[in-house]
């Protein structure tokens, strides 16, 4: 899938942001990201609300294999290729992708502020209360020898 593929592909659904990602693009709008263009195909983001439609399509969620295991992704979904050729339904089912995807925005903030807090109160205990320093008294005035100079 290129640019081009996929800016006529959301022609319906309305602008996106489509920026390098990975092995192919992320997809955006109002600079939330909602859709991955892969080479492996299309995925869509989901959440509790949208992923029994990904499963009475048939699709799978987003995996990946490590070295040592596979990685599945369960907040993408594989976009079912009956889509590609129904635009009016692939909008659809993109603003319910930008739904979950804004839904999951929204359950991440309130950990960001309390990652925030957490590190305020660190950086307070780490501030150590400063004891008055005691004025010194003045060192007496000594008498300097007069200099040498030449006068040359």
Do not use: C, H
């Not at 309390?114 to 305020?120: D, G, R």
């Amino acid at each position: 899938m290129d640019r081009d593929f996929l800016i006529d592909l959301f022609a319906d659904f309305g602008p996106v942001t489509i920026r390098r990602m990975f092995s192919g693009f992320g997809i955006s709008a109002d600079g939330t990201n909602f859709a991955l263009a892969l080479r492996a195909g299309l995925y869509f983001r989901a959440d509790e609300t949208t992923i029994p439609q990904f499963e009475a399509e048939g699709s799978q969620p987003f995996s990946y294999q490590t070295r040592t295991k596979t990685v599945t992704v369960n907040s993408y979904w594989q976009l079912p290729a009956r889509l590609f050729d129904d635009s009016e339904e692939l909008s659809t089912w993109a603003r319910a992708a930008l739904a979950a995807a804004q839904r999951a925005a929204l359950r991440k903030r309130p950990k960001a502020r309390k990652a925030a807090k957490k590190i305020a109160k660190k950086a307070a205990k780490k501030v150590v209360a400063k004891k008055p320093v005691a004025k010194k008294k003045p060192a007496a005035k000594r008498k300097r020898a007069p200099s040498k100079r030449s006068s040359s």
